[in-house]
C-alpha cells in the first residue's frame, strides 16, 4: 500500500497528515486558514489521494508558516509513500481551465527538487491569504517530494481562479506522475 504519516513540529506550526495514493480523493482537511483548507480539498480531490489533514500554527504572526510547512509535509508524505519510485509514471502534465484562469503544470518526480513559475508579479490578497502563498506552499511540496515542478499562467486575472487552478493543475500532474506502470524505474540511472 503506498500510504504515508507525517507528523512535523516546529516552534512554529505543528502538522498532522496520512495520505494513500490509491485513494479515490476522499478528504479530512483541518486548518485555521479556510482558504488553505479548500485549496487542499481541491488538491485531493483531483489528485485521488486521500488526505486527512490536522494543522494548527502561528496565523496570529501571518499564514505564511502554516501554509509553507503544509506544502512541506504534503510533499514529505508522498515522497515517503512513492518509496523508490519503482514503477511510477515519473512524469504528469496539465493544462487546465477555470473561468478566465488558464494555468499549465508540468511535473517530474526526479529526485530534484525544483520549483519554476512565471507572473511572479502578481500580487494581491485572496479574502485574508496571500495570493503567493500559493508559490510558497508549491514550492515547499516540490522541495520535499523531490519534484522538478514548472507552473505557467496561460491567462487569468482573477487570483482566486489562478491560485485554485494552479492547485488543481498539479494534483492532476501529481496523479499521472504517481500512476502505476510495470516497467520499473524509468531511468537510465536506474534510480530516481
Same mark, same amino acid.
Not at 26 to 29: A, L, P, R, T
Not at 90 to 98: E, S, V
Not at 119 to 127: C, E, H
Given at each position: 500500500m503506498r500510504k504515508a504519516h507525517i507528523f512535523r513540529q516546529t516552534k512554529e506550526t505543528a502538522i498532522d497528515m496520512e495520505i494513500d495514493l490509491d485513494g479515490s480523493g476522499?478528504?479530512?482537511?483541518e486548518t485555521p486558514v479556510g482558504f488553505l483548507n479548500h485549496m487542499m480539498e481541491s488538491f485531493s480531490k483531483h489528485s485521488f489521494i486521500d488526505i486527512k489533514l490536522k494543522a494548527e500554527g502561528d496565523i496570529d504572526v501571518s499564514y505564511h508558516h502554516l501554509v509553507e510547512d503544509v506544502g512541506i509535509v504534503l510533499g514529505q508524505a508522498i515522497s515517503k509513500a512513492l518509496g523508490d519510485k519503482s514503477g511510477i509514471n515519473?512524469?504528469?502534465?496539465?493544462?487546465?481551465?477555470?473561468d478566465e484562469a488558464l494555468v499549465l503544470c508540468s511535473l517530474d518526480f526526479s529526485g530534484r527538487g525544483?520549483?519554476?513559475?512565471?507572473?511572479?508579479?502578481?500580487?494581491?490578497?485572496?479574502?485574508?491569504?496571500?495570493?503567493?502563498?500559493?508559490?510558497?506552499?508549491?514550492? !515547499?511540496?516540490? %522541495?520535499?517530494?523531490? #519534484?522538478?515542478?514548472? +507552473? /505557467?499562467? *496561460?491567462? !487569468?486575472?482573477? %487570483?482566486?481562479?489562478? #491560485?485554485?487552478?494552479? +492547485? /488543481?493543475? *498539479?494534483?492532476?500532474?501529481?496523479?499521472q506522475a504517481v500512476a502505476k506502470q510495470d516497467k520499473g524505474i524509468l531511468s537510465t540511472k536506474g534510480l530516481l
Open positions: 476522499v478528504y479530512q482537511i515519473r512524469y504528469g502534465f496539465a493544462i487546465l481551465p477555470m525544483l520549483f519554476f513559475y512565471d507572473r511572479k508579479d502578481l500580487r494581491g490578497k485572496i479574502t485574508e491569504f496571500d495570493f503567493e502563498l500559493i508559490w510558497e506552499f508549491i514550492k !515547499g511540496f516540490a %522541495l520535499e517530494s523531490k #519534484a522538478t515542478v514548472h +507552473i /505557467k499562467i *496561460l491567462d !487569468g486575472h482573477i %487570483l482566486h481562479h489562478i #491560485a485554485e487552478c494552479s +492547485i /488543481k493543475s *498539479l494534483a492532476f500532474s501529481v496523479r
